[in-house]
């Protein structure tokens, strides 16, 4: 018998990397859908959701012009099972207005079990990407970069993206929990914001049964602002990137993943 404990803990925080956010659109657009589930049989389950949001030159403009901010957003749900009883409560939020610290633009959570019947099994995949872009900006209204120089008031441009990402392959039984939370408009006060976490324990003493798999992954890219005359406010000055991964097959007790990202100008 192979019983495999795993309990890991990642928390990245960006206090260098500068995401500048776009704010919201004046138009709000707010919507959740629910679901609660209870049923032996097949099931094919599936939530997407793709989010572009800029400040400045509109989306069909191939380059970034001065002070321009674009966040590029993806979530992806899906569940597969061929038999076997599910019982899944699933939440997921969005809301398009300007957040702030605490608040997400993305908010999903979901809680399950599942148990085989006659040799089926169930299949899952949820990935929570976001990409933040921007070109330097000369307002004075936001707080100043921790580079910067004192008698400058340039902020410089970055590209950041941040994953996270679990599957779940041939699970025979399991109890499984997770949330993911995104902020990607808010301004440039607000840092933005990737939290996702997963739990897979045993249901009533008895050990999941099958694979799974995570990964978190981010790449930085941040210029400095230090003299106009320097012309350095579009050259990378810092990167920084980093990839975590998570794997297990057979009888799992305990496999728990967190991952944190917050970036901003003040975070």
């Given at each position: 018998?192979?019983?495999?404990?795993?309990?890991?803990?990642?928390?990245?925080?960006?206090?260098?990397?500068?995401d500048r956010l776009p704010s919201g659109m004046p138009e709000?657009?707010?919507?959740?859908?629910?679901?609660?589930?209870?049923?032996?049989?097949?099931?094919?389950?599936?939530?997407?959701m793709d989010w572009i949001?800029?400040?400045?030159?509109?989306?069909?403009?191939?380059?970034?012009?001065?002070?321009?901010?674009i966040s590029l957003v993806r979530y992806s749900d899906s569940l597969m099972g061929n038999g076997g009883t599910i019982i899944e409560v699933k939440n997921f939020e969005f809301n398009s207005n300007s957040q702030g610290r605490s608040a997400y633009n993305i908010d999903s959570e979901k809680i399950l079990t599942y148990n085989s019947h006659d040799g089926s099994h169930l299949l899952g995949a949820e990935i929570l990407m976001m990409d933040n872009m921007g070109n330097c900006?000369?307002?004075?209204?936001?707080?100043?970069?921790?580079?910067?120089?004192?008698?400058e008031i340039l902020m410089p441009s970055f590209c950041n993206i941040v994953q996270a990402k679990s599957d779940l392959i041939n699970i025979n039984q399991a109890k499984i929990s997770d949330k993911g939370e995104i902020r990607?408009?808010?301004g440039f006060s607000t840092p933005a914001a990737l939290?996702?976490?997963i739990a897979v324990t045993a249901d009533k003493n008895v050990p999941a049964q099958g694979t799974v798999r995570t990964e978190f992954a981010g790449s930085i890219m941040e210029a400095r602002d230090t003299n106009q005359s320097d012309n350095t406010w579009n050259k990378t000055a810092a990167t920084n990137s980093w990839k975590d991964r998570t794997g297990t097959t057979g009888e799992i007790r305990n496999l728990q993943k967190r991952f944190g990202y917050v970036s901003g100008m003040r975070v």
């Open positions: 018998m192979r019983v495999i404990c795993i309990l890991i803990v990642l928390l990245l925080i960006g206090g260098v990397s500068a709000s657009q707010i919507f959740s859908i629910g679901t609660t589930l209870s049923a032996t049989g097949i099931t094919d389950q599936s939530t997407k949001v800029s400040s400045g030159t509109p989306l069909e403009s191939n380059k970034l012009n001065s002070s321009d901010l900006t000369s307002d004075t209204s936001p707080p100043r970069c921790v580079f910067a120089d004192h008698n990607s408009a808010g939290n996702y976490r």
